[in-house]
């Protein structure tokens, strides 16, 4: 069964605008990842925050981490029109990792 | 570094019919994981390894599905009798050492199932 689960399913922004997906999962978790899919392409990881951390940032991406809520966020600021993809957040509790159904985003230029 | 490594890249049969998938993952990867990605999903877990054991097949639909990864590198997963629903990508991915770390995956088999 899927762990996480993305909002919204999808997002249209404008180039240069920040993009702002959510997730929630259900169960403990040791560390929370997201993905970026491009269509017909494997997945890519963008970046991993621990059970113990509450935000992380790298490069124009910060993602926040509510374990108490059992959520988390990625937002993409000044997005561009290369993050056109789906967006997935990926949770493991005990080596597996398990996906939500993702955000798709477009930006248009 | 060369990524993981997967084909075919594109396999189209008749239903009931058997098809094979193989990966090799990047060197030196202890674990491996094939995912099923149908159209518009997220990827969904069908079996972990770590090394050339089995650490996770609790979706792997065992009647049909069957995967291994006898020297603890490369693997394959077969599907046999193919159904029509099981017409999707799929991924496989490999980590260091499978403690969570971040997955690297490969682009996909995309299996059409007519």
């Known amino acids: 069964s899927q762990q996480g689960e993305e909002d919204p399913q999808a997002l249209s922004i404008q180039e240069g605008e920040n993009a702002t997906m959510n997730c929630s999962y259900k169960t403990s978790i040791n560390n929370l990842q997201w993905y970026r899919q491009n269509s017909g392409r494997g997945l890519v990881h963008l970046i991993l925050?621990?059970?113990?951390?509450r935000e992380k940032h790298s490069g124009r991406l910060r993602v926040t981490l509510d374990t108490s809520k059992k959520s988390s966020s990625l937002l993409i600021t000044a997005s561009r029109a290369a993050d056109t993809a789906s967006y997935f957040c990926a949770t493991g509790s005990s080596g597996d990792m398990r996906f939500g159904a993702g955000t798709r985003l477009t930006v248009k230029p | 570094e060369a990524g993981v490594a997967q084909s075919p890249r594109y396999k189209i049969i008749e239903k009931r019919q058997s098809v094979a998938f193989w990966c090799n993952p990047i060197?030196?990867?202890?674990?491996l994981y094939w995912y099923q990605q149908i159209l518009g999903q997220g990827p969904k877990l069908l079996i972990q390894f770590q090394n050339n054991g089995v650490v996770d097949d609790s979706q792997l639909p065992k009647d049909r599905f069957s995967a291994e990864r006898l020297k603890g590198v490369d693997s394959t997963l077969k599907i046999q009798p193919a159904k029509l629903e099981d017409s999707a990508v799929y991924l496989c991915?490999?980590?260091?050492?499978?403690?969570?770390?971040?997955?690297?995956f490969g682009s996909g088999t995309q299996l059409s199932v007519l």
């Open positions: 991915a490999s980590s260091l050492t499978g403690t969570e770390e971040k997955l690297f």
């Open positions: 925050i621990r059970s113990n951390e």
């Open positions: 060197s030196g990867h202890a674990t």
